[in-house]
């Protein structure tokens, strides 16, 4: 069971250019979350979906977008990139019922320069 | 949308001291999550308490939903206690906002 994979966990941009983080959860999960993290800020929420074909913005959703074809997949596509955007970013996972854990994957470090 | 205010921001004990972070949000909710950032980033799910008490181990935490606020405590704090605490409540929309989080800084 690997839980939430996030991927690259890397990744240098040039400003301008455009870039696809891939999240994938295997635990049957409904809601699924985006979120970036400043450094020595706390966890900003960009989208979120509560299930496949469904999505909605968060509190930061400019500059990116997403989609969910898929139960297990949750893309985060960067346009344009811009140094804004150099941040950590998480992806989550949620049953989205009462009781249950959310799940993080580890974390892309993303740098535009 | 939800408004979470966590409060203190910054606290500095020494190993032993006992704890309590408070996390104020400014709607109903039905699910309140609270999580600990090691210093390495990882995130760990601590609880799922969207309302009551529950224990674990040193950590226990406290929401009183109808008052809209929610304490995490921390007893004989210890170094690896360390790190960044964040609580994450929701409501029926399945937005999940986090708090800008207390720093703790267990010194040995």
């Known amino acids: 069971n690997a839980g939430v994979t996030q991927t690259p966990k890397f990744r240098i941009l040039k400003i301008g250019q455009s870039m696809t983080l891939q999240c994938t959860q295997d635990m049957n999960h409904n809601y699924m979350y985006w979120y970036r993290q400043d450094p020595g800020m706390g966890l900003k929420l960009i989208y979120y979906s509560v299930g496949a074909g469904i999505t909605d913005k968060g509190e930061v959703p400019n500059g990116y977008n997403v989609s969910r074809s898929t139960t297990e997949d949750f893309p985060l596509r960067l346009e344009l990139a811009a140094p804004s955007q150099t941040s950590v970013y998480f992806c989550?996972?949620?049953?989205?019922?009462?009781?249950?854990?959310?799940?993080f994957g580890e974390g892309s470090w993303l740098t535009v320069v | 949308g939800i408004q979470v205010e966590q409060s203190p921001p910054d606290l500095i004990l020494q190993e032993g001291a006992n704890s309590t972070l408070r996390c104020n949000f400014s709607?109903?909710?039905?699910?309140l999550q609270w999580f600990h950032q090691n210093p390495w980033g990882q995130l760990i799910n601590l609880f799922y308490i969207p309302s009551g008490t529950k224990q674990n181990g040193r950590l226990s935490a406290t929401t009183v939903a109808t008052e809209r606020y929610s304490l995490l405590y921390i007893s004989s704090s210890q170094t690896t206690d360390s790190g960044v605490y964040f609580c994450?409540?929701?409501?029926?929309?399945?937005?999940?906002?986090f708090g800008q989080g207390t720093t703790l800084q267990v010194k040995p």
């Open positions: 709607d109903s909710v039905n699910n």
């Open positions: 989550a996972s949620y049953r989205g019922s009462s009781g249950n854990t959310i799940y």
């Open positions: 994450a409540p929701s409501g029926n929309t399945g937005k999940l906002i």
